[in-house]
């Protein structure tokens, strides 16, 4: 078919007129319920008054000057970043691919600095770091290398969780380890708890920088700030984007002064990274998500759905094999396809996303009522009623009379 938009994304023919919290609307009226939140970006849901109030607000002053002057709203958004992370410094970008662009090339130049040579990464299987050039290579699915040409090398690639794999990959040129603390696109793997704990000390024993990608488990959508949090430990660098602009393209890579010391200026750039009107939006979405109460409220949330969808295994489980995730990233690991279980939840009003391992996901707004976990709960049902009556595991309904 001839599209004026490049075919690379087989898109569900629907469109939308307007969104409100964790509702989108589509132009011929129908309403449905959105756990996709722009693939775990909506975080404060669509069209939040605050948010549309500081967009607009900025949008009337200033939108963009460059780097190459002083953008105050950034140098807060960093502050407050830096305030509630490990980190001491930030590198704004627009996306999460850019994010860890940054991040390899920030840890790269660190050994650089140090006068040695030390490229190599580890990465792990089922990862997802973007779609760049680098960060397919970094994410080491051949599905996304496939006639790119040759990939960047440097990346060694082990099974996700098994440390013994790690430890048997490491070279003398190995500099950091790359891993996501909660894989999204592989299919919302959580690893064991003391796994990244592992990792954390093997660099530290080895001189290597630990990377985590947080694109899609930070800013609040594990319930915690930052999903290594829960692990109980921190990283030298961390890229974010997704949640952090709620909606508006950015993303964020964060260090410690130590690991950012190659840095140094000239040594990267982005014509838009950090732009006013990013900075504004990225300042009004921490505003919530650093509000008190608010990472409480996510867990709750979390608990009060999990709960449900334990309910529905117990009650499906022909069809959901497994809840899995943590906060508000869960995923129901499907015994049928998973993009069944979609397009079933998608007739039921419902829109969630795929991922790996056969999960479908579930990535509601962090700022879902009861009510609407409810709501998603009885989608849920219904799209596995509809799936078992199309399997004849029950008896169709009517067909008795
Ligand atoms: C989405 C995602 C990316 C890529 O972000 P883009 O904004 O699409 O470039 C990178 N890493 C993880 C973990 C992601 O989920």
């Not at 105050?72 to 502050?79: C, M, S, V």
């Not at 440097?154 to 048997?168: I, K, N, R």
């Not at 999903?227 to 993303?251: C, N, Q, R, W, Y």
């Not at 409810?374 to 309904?397: F, G, H, N, S, Y």
């Amino acid at each position: 078919m001839i599209t004026p938009v490049l075919p690379t994304y087989a898109r569900i023919d629907l469109e939308f007129e307007r969104g409100e919290g964790c509702w989108l609307v589509t132009t011929d009226g129908r309403r449905f319920l959105d756990f996709t939140a722009g693939i775990a970006v909506n975080v404060l849901g669509h069209a939040n008054p605050y948010l549309v109030a500081a967009l607009t607000a900025q949008a009337e002053k200033l939108w963009h000057i460059s780097n190459l002057f002083r953008i105050p709203e950034g140098e807060r958004l960093a502050r407050r970043l830096t305030d509630a992370t490990f980190a001491d410094t930030v590198f704004f970008t627009n996306s999460g691919a850019e994010a860890l662009e940054c991040a390899i090339k920030m840890a790269r130049r660190y050994h650089f600095a140090n006068g040695a040579e030390r490229p190599r990464m580890i990465a792990f299987e089922g990862a997802f770091h973007g779609r760049t050039l680098a960060t397919i290579a970094a994410g080491g699915n051949p599905k996304y290398l496939e006639g790119f040409g040759p990939g960047l090398p440097g990346f060694d690639h082990v099974p996700f969780g098994d440390f013994a794999a790690v430890e048997a990959a490491l070279t003398p040129e190995t500099g950091a380890i790359l891993v996501e603390p909660i894989q999204g696109e592989g299919g919302v793997r959580v690893p064991s708890s003391d796994f990244l704990k592992r990792l954390r000390d093997l660099c530290d024993a080895r001189g290597m920088l630990l990377v985590l990608d947080e694109v899609q488990s930070g800013v609040g959508r594990s319930g915690r700030l930052f999903a290594h949090e829960l692990a109980g430990i921190t990283p030298d660098i961390m890229s974010v984007a997704k949640g952090i602009g709620g909606g508006f393209p950015m993303g964020a890579c964060l260090a410690t002064e130590e690991a950012a010391k190659g840095m140094t200026t000239g040594t990267h750039g982005s014509t838009y990274g950090g732009n006013p009107l990013a900075m504004a939006v990225g300042n009004a979405v921490l505003d919530k998500v650093l509000e008190e109460g608010f990472l409480d409220r996510v867990q709750q949330a979390s608990g009060r759905f999990r709960q449900g969808l334990a309910a529905l295994q117990d009650r499906h489980p022909a069809i959901i094999a497994e809840v899995r995730g943590e906060g508000l990233l869960l995923g129901l690991r499907a015994h049928v396809p998973a993009a069944d279980l979609v397009v079933a939840l998608r007739a039921e009003g419902m829109l969630v996303p795929g991922a790996g391992d056969n999960v479908v996901r579930l990535l509601p707004p962090l700022t879902v009522s009861d009510e609407e976990i409810a709501i998603a709960c009885d989608k849920i049902e219904a799209a596995c009623r509809r799936i078992e009556e199309e399997m004849q595991l029950l008896p169709v309904r009517g067909a008795a009379e």
